[in-house]
Structures are given as structure tokens and as C-alpha cells.
């Protein structure tokens, strides 16, 4: 090798340290830097809360559509059987309209007397043949109807009681979940118009 070359690769390795300890340096200067502006968060002071202020959560089962605000037409439906178990999914809007049809219809055929047992129950399960995400069991027993509903998602499945009514009884208004379930789907289809 001539005595250039050496020199050239002398003054080559000699900028590469300075490079990398001018790098070096800076790392440690950024480090200690950032060290000085991070402050220890301090906790938020403690807040009394009145105990008979904050709301339940809902015992027994229960029933939740809303639209999906990022998915035009879109809905989530969640199922709750009331011991702990839940089911969710999400559901287009020609699927909601099938429940809505199941449940109406399954509230018109529990104030009938057909398809009733005299000694057992006689279990009629309503749901449309090409949708089977939700369907309705109804057990009619002498004068009484029993609901229970189903909703099948990817999630898995499940079926909550869902109320029952004596059908000869024209003097009170059943709160049943059938009927809160029918009423939230119609509110929910309501309030997905604008977005659509």
C-alpha cells in the first residue's frame, strides 16, 4: 500500500470516531434533557361520591341496540340473561328489521290461545327461515304465555327469559323484555334514519 492510501484510510476511520463520538454525545445530551422535563404525574385528588347517586346496573335480563356511528346501517345488539352471561354482535339493518317482525309477531301469537297445553307447555318457536341471528320461544300453558328470547353471533349464543303474561288479564300492561326489546329496536331503527 503507498503511503497516500494509508493516509486516506487514517483520515477515513479518524472522521467515522469523531462522527460516531459526536453521536454519542448527543444521545447522552438529548437523554439527560428529556430526563429534566419528565415530572412524576400527580394523582388526581380524591372525589366523594354519594353512593345513592350512582346508577345500577340492570338485574335480570335485558336488552341493548344502538346504531353504529361509524357504520352506516350498521347496529349493535347486545343479550343479557341476567346471571352474568352476555351475547353482542353487530347487525345490518335488514337483519334488525327481521327481529322487529319476530318479536311483533311473537307478541301477537302469546295473546292468542292457540297452540296452548292444557297439562304441559306447548313451546312454539317464532323466527324468519332465511335469519336465524334472533328468534323467539313462546310457552303457552293454560292462560300463560312465557317469552324467551335467543340471539345467535359469532360470539356465541344465548337465551334470556324474557317475561310472560296471562292472556285473559285486560287490566295491566306487561313489563316484560319482549316488549322493551320490541321498543328499543323500533327506537334504534328511528335513530339510525338520519344516518343513513
Known amino acids: 500500500m503507498k ?5 486516506q484510510i487514517k483520515l477515513i476511520l479518524k472522521s467515522n470516531a469523531i462522527v460516531a463520538a459526536s453521536l454519542l454525545l ?8 428529556t430526563s429534566k422535563k419528565y415530572q412524576k404525574p400527580t394523582t388526581p385528588p380524591q372525589v366523594q361520591v354519594d353512593p ?3 346508577r345500577q346496573p340492570p338485574s335480570g335480563p335485558s336488552f341493548y341496540i ?3 356511528e361509524a357504520s352506516k346501517g350498521m347496529f349493535s345488539i347486545l343479550l343479557a340473561d341476567g346471571n352474568g352471561r352476555t ?3 353487530s347487525f345490518s339493518l ?7 317482525a319476530v318479536l311483533e309477531a311473537a307478541k301477537a301469537f302469546a295473546f292468542t290461545d292457540e297452540k296452548a297445553g292444557s297439562s304441559s307447555p306447548i313451546t312454539t318457536r317464532l323466527m324468519d327461515q332465511h335469519e336465524w341471528s334472533l328468534f323467539v320461544d313462546v310457552s303457552k300453558l293454560g292462560k300463560q304465555s312465557k317469552f324467551y328470547i335467543s340471539l345467535i353471533t359469532p360470539q356465541g349464543k ?3 327469559f324474557a317475561g310472560e303474561i296471562t292472556r ?6 306487561p313489563s316484560l323484555l319482549l316488549l322493551d326489546a320490541l321498543g328499543k329496536v323500533q327506537e334504534a331503527k328511528a335513530a339510525a334514519k338520519p344516518l343513513q
Do not use: C, H, N
Not at 448527543?26 to 434533557?33: L, S, T
Not at 335488514?94 to 322487529?100: G, R, T, W
Open 94 to 100: 335488514q337483519q334488525v328489521e327481521v327481529f322487529e
Open 3 to 7: 503511503l497516500r492510501e494509508r493516509m
Open 26 to 33: 448527543a444521545g447522552i445530551a438529548w437523554a439527560q434533557d
Open 52 to 54: 345513592s347517586k350512582l
Open 66 to 68: 344502538s346504531p353504529i
Open 87 to 89: 351475547v353482542a354482535g
Open 168 to 173: 285473559d288479564s285486560k287490566t295491566e300492561e
Open 158 to 160: 344465548l337465551t334470556a
